[in-house]
């Protein structure tokens, strides 16, 4: 089984801060790798897929980068709606979640 | 606009089979490209991917569950199921239909999630 690891776990930030997220994958998973924010009680947006590409309608604040084993997340200019909990995906072989990174206000 | 929606019951007496179904409106549930899914989300924690279907009957499912977990498709009704049995207490969690747009390309719709409880 591939397991993916997210750090930090939580992550306390400002608005208008620049916020990254890493996700690695206990081995190579090519590019096969999506990014999705989940606020409470809703279910998890997409955000990114496939590394870099993002999601129709999401705001370009948001980018993905990596490559085999080590991905991040990146939010440019943090927003009062982005705070929320950002999973990672792999989908190289079945599929395994990161355990969330929870974005908190500072 | 494709919507998905889980429906069954929120309550389970452990050692029973868990059965839900999502009914799929606003797409094609018969279309090659996309990957019928269920996902769980234990409280408080993150997400497990339980297995999904496509193609009109091949599954996936995760080897963690795999000899609990059957997933079947009935495109007359536009909906997919799910059968997970022997549940106990581990199984409560807020369970997910989802849709896999394509290989390569995430979950892409999601229902809005149901609990399920499974009691002693």
């Known amino acids: 089984d591939i397991q993916m690891t997210q750090s930090p776990s939580t992550l306390s930030a400002s608005v208008g801060d620049r916020v990254t997220i890493t996700c690695r994958a206990s081995?190579?998973?090519?590019?096969?790798l999506a990014w999705y924010q989940q606020i409470p009680g809703k279910a998890p947006k997409l955000l990114i897929y496939?590394?870099?590409s993002l999601e129709t309608g999401v705001p370009s604040r948001f980018s993905g980068s990596g490559s085999g084993t080590e991905f991040t997340l990146t939010i440019s200019s943090l927003q009062p709606d982005d705070f929320a909990t950002y999973y990672c995906?792999?989908?190289?072989?079945?599929?395994?979640f990161g355990q969330g990174t929870k974005v908190e206000i500072k | 606009q494709v919507q998905l929606q889980e429906s069954g019951p929120g309550l389970v007496q452990s050692s029973q089979t868990l059965s839900l179904t999502c009914t799929v409106s606003?797409?094609?549930?018969?279309?090659?490209?996309?990957?019928w899914s269920w996902i769980r989300q234990h409280p408080v924690k993150g997400l497990e991917w339980i297995g999904y279907?496509?193609?009109?009957?091949?599954?996936f499912y995760n080897p963690s569950l795999l000899s609990r977990v059957t997933i079947s498709v009935d495109t007359s009704k536009s909906q997919f199921s799910l059968k997970l049995s022997s549940v106990t207490a581990a199984d409560t969690a807020v369970y997910y239909c989802?849709?896999?747009?394509?290989?390569?390309?995430?979950?892409?719709?999601w229902g809005q999630g149901t609990l399920v409880t499974v009691s002693s």
């Open positions: 279907i496509y193609n009109s009957g091949n599954t």
């Open positions: 496939k590394t870099s």
């Open positions: 081995q190579s998973i090519n590019s096969w």
């Open positions: 995906q792999q989908y190289n072989s079945y599929w395994t």
């Open positions: 989802a849709r896999g747009r394509g290989y390569g390309y995430g979950i892409d719709y």
């Open positions: 606003g797409g094609s549930i018969s279309s090659s490209d996309h990957y």
